[in-house]
C-alpha cells in the first residue's frame, strides 16, 4: 500500500488554516496554494487524528480510529470512521516473501493483506562465513609438505570420493543396520581415507575425483534442492559443512604426503550442487601456496583427463545415464578418445557397485561409504559400503584398484 507523502505538520498546518479562514479556498489563497492542493492536506489531518475537532463539530477521532467521510450538511457533520491500519510488517529474519494477495477498495486503496513467506536464500556473505569458520582450525595455507621420494612416475592413482552424504542421521533398531551421524561419520571416514591411501600404490601421479553427494544435504532446510524431498539430518547444515570441509582438507594432506603431483576435482551431485562450488573454493584457497596441488574449479559436472593411453572420466551419475557416458566422452573428448586405448568412466549416485563395458569403455558405479537411512532401509535398498583407489600405467593401461570395505 502507497504510504502518504505528507508529514504530519504539513497536515496540522493545512487543517489549521482551514479551521482559521472557513473554506479550502481562503485557506489556500492565504498561502499562495492551490485550493486542493490544501484540501488533500486536510482531509489526510482528519483522517490521522490530528485535526479536533472536526471543522466545529465537537466530533474527534476515536482511538485506534481513521476518519474515511466527512459529510457537512443542514443538519450537521456525519463522520465515518474505521478501524485505523497497523505498522508496516517486518519479516522474519532469514525470510523473504514467496507470494502475496491483496484485497483493495473500490478506490484502490489496501484493505487486507496476505502475505506468504519462504526462508531466504543465503547469500554469498553468509556462505562465505561458513566456509570461513569451517577452516579456523587450520592455518590460511596448507603447510609446506615435502613430495615423496619414491614414486613410479608411468602410475596415477585416481581416489574415488562419491556419495559420503556427511550429516546423514540413521537409527540402527529402524535401519537394521548401523547407527549413523556426524560424530561417527567424521571417525569412520577418516580411518577409512587413511588407510586407502596407506594401501594404495606409490604413484607420482594422482586424482583425487570428488564425484557428488559430499553433503546429505544442500541447505538448512534438510530437503533436496530439486525434489524437495525430506532428509534424516544430524545437525545445522554450516557443522555438515565444516566436517566435509575438514575431512576433505585431512584426506588431501595425507595423498598430498604420498604423491608428488596431485589433482583435486569435485563434481556435484543431486544432494550438494550448491555447496560444491564452495568446497572447489575452499580447497583451492587452502592449496593455493602448493604447485603440486592443483584444485580444479571448473562447474562442469564431467571430469575427463587423459593419462597417455588412458583417458579417465567422471560425474555423480544423476543426470546423464551409464548407458550413455561412453559416446559422451567420445564427443567432448574426440582428440584425447583418438589418442587413448583404454577408456574407464567412475560415477556414484545409486550406492552400488557396477562395471559394465559398453563399446570397449568400461564404466563403474560405485558403492557408497555411508549407513542407509530410514527411506533406503525401508526399500530394502541393499549394498555393500566401502572406498576405492584405482591405479593406470600410463603405457599399460588399467592396473587394479585398491578397496576399504566399511
Known sequence: MPTSPFSDAECIQAAQLRSQYGTNKEAADSIG????WLDRRVKEA?????AEPVFGSGINVMDGFEVTRVNVGPRGTTVEQRPRRGAPVELLKGHQIREQSILSDAEGREVLK???????????????QIIRVAFENFTPAAPYILPPKDNDDERLTAYILCDW???????????????????????VLSEAM???VETSPPSANA???????????DNSRNQTERSGNVLDVD??????LETVCDLLVETSELIAAKHRHVEATFKPGNHDENSTSGIRQALRMYWRNQDRMKVDTSPDPFYWRRFGVNLIGGTHGDKAKIPDLPLIMANRRKDDWAASSTRHIHSGHIHHDTEREI??????????????????AAHGYLAGRSIKSFTYHVEKGSRGHSEVEI
Open 359 to 376: 563399446g570397449g569403455v568400461k564404466v563403474y558405479s560405485h558403492r557408497a561409504p555411508v549407513a542407509q537411512d530410514a527411506y533406503h
Open 194 to 196: 587413511r588407510e586407502i
Open 165 to 187: 552424504h556427511v550429516g546423514l542421521f540413521a537409527y540402527g533398531k529402524e535401519t537394521g543396520g548401523p547407527d549413523w551421524d556426524l560424530s561417527i561419520a567424521r571417525k
Open 33 to 36: 496554494k492551490q485550493w486542493n
Open 235 to 240: 545437525t545445522r547444515y554450516s557443522k555438515c
Open 114 to 128: 496476505w502475505s506468504k513467506t519462504k526462508e531466504a536464500e543465503r547469500s554469498p556473505e553468509e556462505t562465505a
Open 46 to 50: 482528519v483522517k490521522r487524528g490530528l
Open 207 to 217: 586424482v583425487i575425483l570428488g564425484l557428488g553427494d559430499l553433503l546429505h544435504a
